[in-house]
């Protein structure tokens, strides 16, 4: 199924269909908040703006709702979206009232007496247990405070919550702009990518990761393996890995995959060579060594020069990329060069490439050398993003799907 094809579009829709209309938007404004509750990444909010931005032109009432972390159904005043209303206020150069609640009395009554170019922001979804367990009377209460809902948050897509799934049960519903871009570029790669298509895989561990590595093996030419699940298969193919991180319930899986790459003439890369260290902590004793001669009482931290190397000439012959999860501890300075360094080789191939991230490591890894421009899509899905491309039925999606044939009054 192509999304794209049964979804409609907050894009497509005219003007005058949205004029004086309250609309609902499920944002994905959950961002990091540091100790003295300020927003430390906004990629997210800004990430959100093209969809507020065209229903203020269009002359709506605009009510966000959001979740952030995890209150467990509970009030927790550290997880309070006021700081997320200020932010979001900055970038959309706009005043952002934040409510206490999102449902209620006092909420209904304060929306009603909104005007079009207002914005309101509706508390944690989360305080409310209903929310998570998609209840039908809290979904409805939602419903209740607005005329049409949009969904453009991509993140939550892989959730069957009342304010992404139960909601469109109550009113017409449509795909905002980021969830339109995440939709297009995410099946692009699984439908139609431009070949060569490469995909490198890093993070911790394979174990999160079995279904995407399934996935990306049937639909991409090149699978470069980096960070720390790159052990796991260096050791399923014999070598000694010292302390390196191992999961060794997924050293089988590793060696399948690698045997049945062989077999068809599947590309997989692992590193060559690996930044090895004696403690995992910044001023550790380090130094470049083969996968061969990896000592015992040392630990791999990052690629290493060769494998730098390699994977960037995999990457420059490729028309379309596919990258999630750092390939060393890049949050530490010391062990941070191989995830820069594909970073900056993707980031410099620009418009002759097809390029999508995704995955919060990555992302913060582009963001922090200023590359964000030079990739065709920056995913915020995380989680969802993931499962998308593994080919799991989103049920955010599907809600929107059913409401293919909606009319506005």
Partial sequence: MEYRKSILFLRDMKAEKLHNKKVLVRVDFNVPIDKDLQVTDDTRI????????????????????????????????????DSVA?????????????????????????????????????????????????????ARELASLADIYVNDAFGTAHRAHASTEGITEYLPSFAGFLMEKEIKSLEKLTTYPDRPFVSIIGGAKVSGKIEILERLFEICDVLLIGGGM????????????????????????????????????KEIILPLDTVVADEFKENANSYNVSVNNIEKNMMGMDIGEKTVALFKQKINNAKTIFWNGPLGVFEMVKFSNGTYQIAEQIASLGDDVFSVIGGGDSIAAINKIGLARGISHISTGGGASLEFLAGKILPGLEALKRQKNQQIE
Avoid: W
Wanted: glycine share 6%.
């Fill in 46 to 81: 800004r990430a959100a703006a093209d969809t507020i931005k065209f229903l203020l032109a269009s002359n709506c009432i605009v009510i966000l709702m959001s979740h952030l972390g995890r209150p467990k159904g509970k009030i927790v005043d550290k997880l309070r979206l």
């Fill in 86 to 138: 200020k932010k979001t206020g900055e970038i959309l150069k706009t005043k952002v009232l934040k409510l206490d609640d999102c449902i209620g009395k006092e909420v209904k009554e304060t929306i009603s007496k909104s005007k079009p170019g207002d914005i309101v922001l509706l508390e944690n979804l989360r305080f409310h247990q209903e929310e998570e367990k998609n209840e039908t009377g809290f």
């Fill in 230 to 265: 790159a052990y796991t298969f260096l050791a399923a193919q014999g070598n000694e890995i010292g302390k390196s991180i191992l999961e060794i319930d997924h050293v089988e899986f590793a060696k399948n995959l690698i045997d049945r790459a062989k077999k068809i003439d």
